[in-house]
């Protein structure tokens, strides 16, 4: 019986040139489950002996991002290890045009290589019956036919009702057509060809199966073989569809068990891109496959890291730079962590996400020293511009309003209280409060003053009522304004801040607001013009950037 294979990716691996990082998503417990499944699917000793080898085709889904081809390229590596593998890049072939040919060429580069054997090896060779399997070698009868009668409709031929339809055929030399004699030529022809390719299959077939036992006993490896398949759904259309039914009809193999990953929603575009949009394509798919296994996608944090190059939010760049962010945070990875809470309140796909991200890196990276910008309203101005331009230009020109359901008009703080008010989601910020001592402890005694540095939080509904809307002229309500002591008119607002940190240390939900509006105000992020704003989001949106999926993401 089979021993269970554990993979490990907790370590950095190079291989074939490329780097793959440590496995931060927690993926190795997919594989090793995928792995002890297919296994028991291909080859399983304990059932009769001419049943103990099977084929099996499983379709990986996953949708752009989720990292299926760092997952596909570890764990066939891993593989190798243990059973024949094979690792088919579709995208980066398809200019072959004969899935075909590039399936057989790398199984026999691939496993040949695996067996440890020279390029001339007669046990890896391709029998000259599958020659007539290759589009390049057989351009088929019905080609060959018409060159010969080249004045001749072949799809009228094979269509028409009865011979009187074409009685006056003619050949390319203007002689009468024998129709019955023609007819009689084809349909022979047609029935070779059909059982000439039923052979060159068959033979095929034997000859895959040799080459896989051939590195099953020369590495003492175990079955099944893995054959694993990736970037399918960006290949074209046709091609695409092709590949699938090469794997169904001729690589319906004994002992071998094939990976396909897709983006099977995409897959599915360009399965009615052939046969029209009426066309179930899921159905159409699930004859392709045994199963399907959903590689999800990681959470928005996990998926910016790996695609967003934040070295430009780290507190050492920002403070070479001379530029001063809010919130701040020394770890680039808690900004783009708070960049990514307003990403998904917005509910932004993927490359959208990611989009915006590199749009507000961009920005900070040009931003001259002695800058400020609060990086939140940045991104949330991003957002309503890449959801509704019309929308943003009415934040940034201060006249934003809504209609509610009684349609009454209302400003921006009420449409942004109606929209996301359920949202429980937190920004983090760190504070060390020795840093702002000369201001805050005016009226606080440093010893009994009880914050701590560390992270503070504070909500995302809370910040887009009480920072954003206020910064766009869309409420009259102001912070200090309902935190003020009526009885005290002379104090200025910040003296009115300054006393809040005495009210508020004892309460962990308030302090991370009682920061931020101090912050906010006695540094001049509230003096930030909104038309500074909407300079910076209208240059930055103009860098649409064309995002490939990495291939190790």
Same mark, same amino acid.
């Given at each position: 019986?089979?021993?269970?294979?554990?993979?490990?990716?907790?370590?950095?691996?190079?291989?074939?040139?490329?780097?793959?990082?440590?496995?931060?998503?927690?993926?190795?417990?997919?594989?090793?489950?995928?792995?002890?499944?297919?296994?028991?699917?291909?080859?399983?000793?304990?059932?009769?002996?001419?049943?103990?080898?099977?084929?099996?085709?499983?379709?990986?889904?996953?949708?752009?991002?989720?990292?299926?081809?760092?997952?596909?390229?570890?764990?066939?590596?891993?593989?190798?290890?243990?059973?024949?593998?094979?690792?088919?890049?579709?995208?980066?072939?398809?200019?072959?045009?004969? +899935?075909?040919?590039?399936?057989?060429?790398?199984?026999?580069?691939?496993?040949?290589?695996?067996?440890?054997?020279?390029?001339?090896?007669?046990?890896?060779?391709?029998?000259?019956?599958?020659?007539?399997?290759?589009?390049?070698?057989?351009?088929?009868?019905?080609?060959?036919?018409?060159?010969?009668?080249?004045?001749?409709?072949?799809?009228?031929?094979?269509?028409?009702?009865?011979?009187?339809?074409?009685?006056?055929?003619?050949?390319?030399?203007?002689?009468?057509?024998?129709?019955?004699?023609?007819?009689?030529?084809?349909?022979?022809?047609?029935?070779?060809?059909?059982?000439?390719?039923?052979?060159?299959?068959?033979?095929?077939?034997?000859?895959?199966?040799?080459?896989?036992?051939?590195?099953?006993?020369?590495?003492?490896?175990?079955?099944?073989? $893995?054959?694993?398949?990736?970037?399918?759904?960006?290949?074209?259309?046709?091609?695409?569809?092709?590949?699938?039914?090469?794997?169904?009809?001729?690589?319906?193999?004994? /002992?071998?068990?094939?990976?396909?990953?897709?983006?099977?929603?995409?897959?599915?575009?360009?399965?009615?891109?052939?046969?029209?949009?009426?066309?179930?394509?899921?159905?159409?798919?699930?004859?392709?496959?045994?199963?399907?296994?959903?590689?999800?996608? +990681?959470?928005?944090?996990?998926?910016?890291?790996?695609?967003?190059?934040?070295?430009?939010?780290?507190?050492?760049?920002?403070?070479?730079?001379?530029?001063?962010?809010?919130?701040?945070?020394?770890?680039?990875?808690?900004?783009?962590?708070?960049?990514?809470?307003?990403?998904?309140?917005?509910?932004? +796909?993927?490359?959208?996400?990611?989009?915006?991200?590199?749009?507000?890196?961009?920005?900070i990276s040009n931003m001259p020293s002695g800058s400020k910008i609060d990086i939140l309203m940045?991104?949330?101005?991003?957002? $309503?511009?890449?959801?509704?331009?019309?929308?943003?230009?009415?934040?940034?020109?201060?006249?934003?309003?809504?209609?509610?359901?009684?349609?009454?008009?209302?400003?921006?703080?009420?449409?942004?209280?109606?929209?996301?008010?359920?949202?429980?989601?937190?920004?983090?910020?760190?504070?060390?409060?020795?840093?702002?001592? +000369?201001?805050?402890?005016?009226?606080?005694?440093?010893?009994?003053? /009880?914050?701590?540095?560390?992270?503070?939080?504070?909500?995302?509904t809370s910040y887009f009522q009480q920072f954003f809307a206020k910064h766009f002229k869309s409420?009259?309500?102001?912070?200090?304004?309902?935190?003020?002591?009526?009885?005290?008119?002379?104090?200025?607002?910040?003296?009115?801040?300054q006393k809040q940190f005495i009210t508020e240390k004892n309460n962990d939900d308030n302090q991370?607001?009682?920061?931020?509006?101090?912050?906010?105000?006695?540094?001049?992020?509230?003096?930030?013009?909104?038309?500074?704003?909407?300079?910076?989001?209208?240059?930055?949106?103009?860098?649409?950037?064309?995002?490939?999926?990495?291939?190790?993401?």
């Amino acid at each position: 019986m089979q021993k269970n294979t554990y993979l490990d990716w907790s370590e950095k691996l190079e291989f074939d040139g490329e780097s793959f990082p440590k496995d931060t998503l927690n993926r190795a417990k997919y594989a090793t489950f995928l792995t002890q499944f297919l296994v028991g699917q291909g080859f399983d000793e304990t059932r009769e002996k001419d049943d103990q080898k099977r084929n099996y085709v499983l379709n990986l889904n996953s949708e752009w991002g989720s990292g299926k081809t760092y997952f596909l390229k570890r764990w066939s590596h891993d593989l190798k290890a243990h059973f024949p593998v094979v690792y088919i890049d579709a995208w980066q072939q398809d200019y072959s045009d004969d +899935p075909l040919m590039t399936a057989i060429s790398s199984i026999i580069k691939q496993l040949r290589e695996q067996a440890g054997m020279p390029e001339s090896s007669p046990k890896f060779q391709l029998p000259k019956k599958a020659l007539g399997l290759l589009k390049a070698a057989a351009p088929g009868f019905a080609r060959s036919m018409a060159k010969r009668y080249l004045d001749m409709d072949l799809a009228a031929f094979l269509q028409a009702d009865d011979d009187s339809e074409l009685k006056d055929a003619k050949d390319s030399e203007g002689n009468p057509i024998d129709l019955s004699e023609l007819a009689s030529t084809m349909v022979k022809q047609l029935i070779d060809e059909h059982d000439g390719k039923k052979k060159a299959i068959d033979d095929l077939k034997v000859h895959v199966a040799n080459w896989v036992k051939t590195v099953t006993e020369t590495q003492e490896l175990a079955y099944p073989a $893995f054959i694993f398949i990736d970037e399918l759904d960006r290949c074209r259309p046709s091609y695409a569809v092709e590949m699938l039914e090469t794997i169904k009809h001729i690589f319906d193999i004994k /002992g071998i068990v094939f990976v396909v990953a897709t983006d099977t929603e995409q897959l599915q575009h360009a399965v009615k891109a052939i046969y029209g949009e009426g066309f179930n394509a899921r159905i159409y798919l699930g004859r392709f496959f045994n199963s399907r296994f959903s590689l999800k996608a +990681p959470d928005l944090k996990s998926f910016l890291e790996v695609h967003t190059d934040i070295s430009k939010l780290s507190g050492e760049y920002l403070t070479s730079a001379g530029i001063q962010i809010l919130p701040s945070n020394e770890n680039a990875k808690v900004t783009l962590s708070n960049i990514s809470v307003i990403l998904d309140a917005f509910n932004m +796909p993927p490359r959208t996400a990611i989009q915006i991200a590199d749009r507000v890196v961009a920005t900070i990276s040009n931003m001259p020293s002695g800058s400020k910008i609060d990086i939140l309203m940045l991104t949330t101005l991003l957002c $309503f511009y890449e959801e509704d331009v019309e929308k943003f230009h009415k934040i940034v020109r201060q006249s934003f309003t809504y209609k509610d359901d009684a349609g009454n008009d209302k400003k921006l703080v009420h449409y942004l209280k109606y929209r996301f008010s359920s949202n429980q989601a937190y920004f983090k910020t760190h504070i060390n409060p020795d840093a702002y001592a +000369p201001t805050f402890l005016k009226y606080c005694n440093p010893i009994t003053h /009880g914050y701590k540095n560390r992270i503070y939080t504070f909500n995302l509904t809370s910040y887009f009522q009480q920072f954003f809307a206020k910064h766009f002229k869309s409420d009259e309500t102001d912070l200090s304004g309902m935190l003020a002591d009526k009885s005290r008119p002379q104090e200025s607002p910040m003296e009115i801040r300054q006393k809040q940190f005495i009210t508020e240390k004892n309460n962990d939900d308030n302090q991370g607001m009682v920061w931020l509006d101090f912050i906010y105000h006695q540094y001049g992020f509230d003096k930030i013009l909104p038309k500074f704003y909407k300079d910076y989001v209208e240059l930055a949106s103009a860098l649409d950037l064309i995002e490939e999926e990495p291939k190790n993401d």
